[in-house]
């Protein structure tokens, strides 16, 4: 199989690469190295630095590499941003992602994975409930918004081009080489803040000093199974959550992520963020029916501690 990653430069994107590559595929990244990193790229892959909003030169890089399979995984992450610049969330999510899907079915590509998010797609997931692929959107920011009105232009391209697709409904990935620094990814800052033996800030759910808000973590390795998965046409489902099922407070994995690193647990309270859901908790039993168990939260976190004491 030719395939080509966009974003694989980046956290969830280069697990992908890897995994792809260790299976004996061809493999191309396309990513403007904005959030990505060049060091991510095996040297075995092909590195295209091009921005999804340069139409023109998206097309090139399908046209030059012409790979039969596409995962997309570029994107503009991060709620708080696209609440700020939904302009620039849009730019990014909805045209970007279209130049790709004209370039795609320009040069022959016969499927498209695409990182949806479940974690902010549903809105809010009532106590003790969790959603299901067919519970209905809710989406409540223009990051969500975006990745819907992706999802639905899928659904077009495969009706009036005959593109394939697969959408995975991502929880709150987690796992080594995601970037402490930005925005999204509060496993990360918070291994970060404890190596460096600083507080730990959970955000209010609904006042400060609550156990902030509750969201589902999934460890990348399971979303870089599920998207090779996808690719090589093992997941009978178009549409699939990716996730564990299990719900945890911001407080709790605060908690977890203190012991794991060996630091004195010292949280900082705070209001709550704009944008941001209260509760997202994903159904993933489909996920876990046709690919396996999950890895345990206690276990990823595990070896994220690992990696990031290594890196540091």
């Known amino acids: 199989m030719r395939l080509l990653v966009s974003g694989g430069a980046g956290f969830i994107g280069s697990h992908i690469v890897e995994g792809a590559l260790a299976e004996g595929h061809s493999v191309a990244v396309l990513d403007n190295l904005s959030s990505g990193r060049r060091e991510n790229v095996p040297a075995s892959a092909r590195l295209f630095e091009v921005d999804l909003r340069d139409r023109a030169r998206v097309r090139e890089v399908l046209t030059e590499f012409r790979p039969q399979m596409v995962s997309h995984q570029a994107a503009q992450a991060s709620v708080a941003v696209s609440v700020r610049e939904p302009h620039l969330d849009a730019e990014i999510n909805v045209l970007g992602g279209l130049n790709l899907l004209d370039a795609c079915v320009a040069c022959g590509v016969k499927k498209v994975v695409f990182a949806s998010t479940g974690g902010a797609l549903y809105g809010e997931v009532k106590e003790g409930q969790r959603a299901t692929e067919a519970t209905r959107p809710a989406p409540i920011s223009p990051y969500a918004i975006s990745k819907l009105a992706f999802?639905?232009?899928?659904?077009?391209?495969?009706?009036?081009?005959?593109?394939?697709?697969?959408?995975?409904?991502?929880?709150?990935?987690?796992?080594?080489?995601?970037?402490?620094?930005?925005?999204?990814?509060?496993?990360?800052?918070?291994?970060a803040k404890a190596l460096a033996r600083e507080a730990l800030h959970i955000n209010a759910l609904r006042v400060e000093g609550d156990s902030g808000c509750t969201r589902d973590y999934v460890y990348v390795a399971d979303v870089a199974r599920a998207n090779l998965a996808a690719l090589t046409d093992q997941l009978p489902e178009r549409v699939l959550?990716?996730?564990?099922?299990?719900?945890?407070?911001?407080?709790?994995?605060?908690?977890?992520?203190?012991?794991?690193?060996?630091?004195?647990?010292?949280?900082?309270?705070?209001?709550?963020?704009?944008?941001?859901?209260?509760?997202?908790?994903?159904?993933?039993?489909?996920?876990?029916s046709a690919l396996g168990k999950t890895l345990p939260l206690a276990e990823g976190l595990r070896h994220t501690f690992e990696w990031y004491r290594s890196a540091k």
Do not use: C, K, W
């Open 151 to 191: 999802e639905q232009m899928l659904d077009v391209y495969r009706t009036h081009h005959r593109l394939d697709s697969t959408v995975l409904r991502y929880g709150n990935v987690y796992g080594p080489r995601q970037d402490p620094e930005g925005e999204a990814g509060v496993v990360a800052i918070f291994f």
């Open 241 to 288: 959550n990716v996730g564990t099922g299990l719900p945890v407070t911001t407080l709790e994995l605060a908690t977890q992520i203190a012991r794991i690193s060996g630091v004195p647990f010292r949280p900082v309270f705070g209001p709550s963020r704009a944008g941001d859901l209260g509760r997202s908790v994903l159904d993933s039993s489909r996920f876990q």
